[in-house]
């Protein structure tokens, strides 16, 4: 099947995960109130005692908060693969002549949608609360197109554990596994100088650590050029590994 065909489909069943996604808006509670109770929780709970000053704290915690957020708000999407494959809805895709990987990239493409909302939702409170972008509206730009884009690779993995798992439930409690450790275990909410020697070997090679940093950069100034280059070898290594593996799950499953 020709590329334009593959992309024909996948954009239709994109459209259909995104009139579910209408017509169940509290399906978006993880991208919308959870990253603001977050935000809200790190900020004036631990921001005083990590930083002494939760002005300052805020500029530093918001942009590791929005890759946290980008990594979480995957999960929903490998629930959702899981739960539509129990209920039957992959036995009618399989009777369509149709690409058989329309309907995984038809779900990750939906899910622009998704982290759209985190980067909106995370930098239009923030600013409530006193976040403000220090670099310009272009930087802002490219650090939302990056972090979407980078959701947008990483969520592959929980495509591919949704293939696996026996219940949606499972899908959860395995992601979840896998997410806490990255994210609190980078410098999301700590800078890595500040942790043990130990730590920060795992921190380094942590695929959220150079996201956090390239995102700091483009929104409050910092370095960008290193850690966009290992984000964006993190986010080839991403596609080239959880694709074919994702996609050989499925086939085997449905």
Known sequence: MSTLAIARHSTSLAQRSLIKTIRTPEALIDVTLQPV?????????????????????????????LAQSLAMGGVALGQ??????????FDRFRSLPISRAAPLIGAVLADVVRYLTVCVVMLGFGTIMGFRIQTGFLPAVAAVALS??????????SVWVGMLARTSGAVQGIMFLLVLPLTFGSNVFVATDTLPGWLQGFVSVNPITPLVEVIRGLLVE????????????????????????????????A
């Open 80 to 89: 959702n693969l899981n739960a539509d494959i129990e209920k039957g809805v």
């Open 222 to 253: 910092g370095p960008v050029a290193g850690p966009l280059m290992q984000t964006l070898l993190w986010m080839a290594g991403l596609l080239v590994v959880f694709v074919p593996l994702a996609l050989r799950a499925y086939a085997r499953r």
């Open 37 to 65: 109770i977050f935000l809200l929780m790190f900020t004036y709970l631990l921001g005083g005692a990590i930083a002494g000053d939760r002005d300052a704290y805020l500029q530093f915690l918001l942009p590791g908060m």
């Open 148 to 157: 979407i884009g980078f959701g947008l690779c990483f969520c592959w993995i």
